[in-house]
């Protein structure tokens, strides 16, 4: 079972990968690039916003996952200048590089982990758990603002002269993104009905949902453990000796 959702992944972050990238391109030889005034309506804007909010935390996790900074940096470049087609080559060449016992055992756990000592992958943390609160607290609250300020200013988005070329192109690389992070909320989840209605949340309200999950994950650890435990479910907590580790909803 474990090994075929590890093949399934890996297939699905390669295709999505590609579909991005030939959308993009698609994109670009039917409208030009994006670089220009017209393009940046205020429900552009606004998803722009919601688009990078939800990519800051796979860049955090691409900083924790990495041993070397300037590889963790090479690909942080490339998350912010190509988006969602960076994050799902990442996803992918994470699964590829998976054992054969990795893949058997619990796969989504094996690519999450930093592979180095518990003691340095703790170490290394950029945040603590009080920062990174704060922090997706008020993202969250920034982009509820953006989303009631865009609404009141420029109407409701369901409206055809909303949907441009690049807004469509935009928001399949936000959804490509939403994918890999309900992979994550149904992996921490252990109730199958909890995980649903968060990634329904996800899709529906996009990054304000996102830091309201990260954020409420956060609460569950206490103020002096390393912020890179909220990567993994309680079960993996446990096993590899974090008893530290206040777990609030048990």
Not at 178 to 197: D, G, P, Q
Not at 203 to 226: E, K, M, V
Request: proline fraction near 3%; aromatic fraction near 14%; include cysteine.
């Amino acid at each position: 079972m474990a090994a075929t959702l590890a093949v399934s992944l890996k297939t699905v972050f390669l295709v999505l990968g590609c579909a991005i990238t030939a959308i993009v391109i698609y994109t670009i030889v039917t409208d030009g690039f994006p670089f220009r005034r017209e393009v940046f309506t205020p429900w552009m804007v606004a998803t722009f916003i919601d688009f990078y909010i939800n990519i800051l935390p796979v860049g955090a996790w691409i900083v924790y996952r990495e041993s070397n900074y300037i590889l963790s940096l090479i690909w942080i470049v490339l998350l912010v200048s190509f988006g969602s087609i960076a994050s799902s080559g990442y996803i992918f060449l994470r699964f590829l590089e998976l054992s054969t016992q990795e893949s058997q055992q619990d796969p989504i756990y094996f690519v999450l982990l930093n592979r180095k000592k518990k003691d340095e992958a703790e170490s290394k943390g950029l945040l603590s758990v009080t920062n990174a609160r704060i922090i997706f607290i008020l993202l969250g609250l920034f982009m509820v603002g953006t989303l009631i300020y865009t609404t009141s200013t420029d109407g409701s988005p369901f409206r055809s002269d909303v949907l441009t070329p690049w807004m469509s192109a935009t928001l399949v690389g936000f959804y490509v993104n939403v994918f890999a992070l309900s992979v994550w909320v149904a992996y921490k989840e252990a109730n199958w009905i909890t995980a649903t209605l968060w990634i329904i949340c996800l899709i529906c309200l996009g990054s304000a949902f996102t830091c309201a999950y990260i954020a409420l994950q956060l609460f569950h650890l206490r103020p002096q453990d390393p912020s890179s435990l909220i990567l993994f479910r309680n079960g993996n907590r446990a096993a590899n000796g974090y008893d530290a580790t206040v777990l609030i909803d048990e």
